[in-house]
């Protein structure tokens, strides 16, 4: 089992829909959660970091965890092209600094 | 705030050759530093871990005689990659710890590495 999970997509939404990010992770004791974006070609950037359950929302981005059922979603409301992007789900794991990175989801927000 | 410079943005190289990548953290003292390498079409891999003045910890399979990293300072990490072949051509990028409310990792701009 991977250590971190996420369906590689892609993912196709039409513009104004929301499209749901789904993630899992194997160790239990992980504490932080984080969500990137990465177009082509730069760098990842922060889109949303999570510690605890429940929703955090931060404009048109709410992140889920559950880590109960060990899984973290993120929602992007009113999709917009300039969305689409590979999504990457990150967690650090318990005891470690260390990021440990999911496959990533291209997501495609078609207009 | 938190912000991470990466130098340089891309480089080509002759097989053989040895090409230096710095990471520099700008605005915060970065303890921990992170090297990454991506090939396209595939997530980032972990190559190792640097703390601040004393020896980077590389993941299982990466050659640590082969990219040598160097973390002499709170702002300043540096990946070498020696003897270069055409399979390290890649897209490398750091990442630093910052703290305080809301911490977490930032990353560099990315280094594209081809050898030739």
């Known amino acids: 089992q991977k250590e971190v999970e996420q369906n590689s997509g892609p993912l196709s939404v039409p513009e104004g829909a929301i499209a749901s990010l789904n993630c899992t992770y194997s160790d239990r004791g992980s504490q932080s959660f984080f969500w990137y974006r990465q177009y082509s070609g730069k760098s990842p950037e922060l889109i949303m970091s999570i510690y605890s359950n429940g929703d955090k929302e931060d404009g048109r981005f709410t992140a889920q965890l559950n880590k109960a059922s060990q899984y973290v979603s993120l929602l992007i409301r009113d999709s917009q092209p300039s969305d689409s992007a590979t999504y990457l789900c990150?967690?650090?794991?318990?005891?470690?600094?260390?990021?440990?990175f999911g496959q990533g989801t291209r997501l495609t927000i078609n207009p | 705030g938190a912000v991470v410079s990466q130098h340089p943005s891309w480089v080509i190289c002759k097989s053989g050759t040895s090409v230096k990548i710095e990471c520099r953290s700008l605005?915060?003292?970065?303890?921990?530093m992170f090297w990454y390498r991506q090939f396209p079409k595939q997530s980032l891999m972990l190559m190792a871990t640097?703390?601040?003045?004393?020896?980077?910890?590389?993941e299982q399979g990466v050659e640590k005689d082969k990219f040598l990293i160097n973390h002499a300072s709170l702002t300043l990490s540096t990946l070498t990659v020696t003897s270069a072949h055409p399979e390290d051509s890649s897209f490398y990028i750091c990442s630093a710890i910052f703290g305080g409310q809301g911490w977490g990792y930032t990353f560099g701009s990315g280094t594209r590495l081809t050898v030739v």
């Open positions: 605005d915060f003292q970065a303890t921990t």
């Open positions: 640097s703390n601040e003045g004393s020896k980077a910890t590389y």
């Open positions: 990150a967690v650090n794991m318990r005891g470690a600094q260390k990021l440990v």
